[in-house]
């Protein structure tokens, strides 16, 4: 398998983390690719993380609320 990577900022990166950590570039590019897929394994989902906000949010709230009317919102933003 070969696998060229042709970007002078990805040489560039893969060479300073070798040298860092005094292993070869296809051992930095390895070990970059395999912590961010384990960084991406436990990523939550932006539609969850929105549900669980929206879910403590409600739970916080001191009742059901009431619709606004479009001058009371207007004024909210300082529109009027």
């Known amino acids: 398998m ?3 990577i ?4 990805a040489h560039a990166l893969a060479r300073e983390l070798a040298a860092k950590r005094k292993i070869s570039m296809t051992e930095a590019v390895i070990a970059a690719l395999e912590a961010e897929l384990h960084r ?3 990523r939550t989902p932006l539609a969850e993380r929105a549900r669980t906000i929206a879910s403590e949010l409600r739970a916080r709230s ?3 609320g009431r619709d606004m009317t479009r001058d009371e919102i207007d004024a ?3 529109h009027g």
């Open 2 to 4: 070969n696998l060229q």
């Open 6 to 9: 042709r970007h002078p900022r």
């Open 40 to 42: 991406e394994a436990g």
């Open 62 to 64: 001191k009742g059901e």
């Open 76 to 78: 909210m933003w300082g």
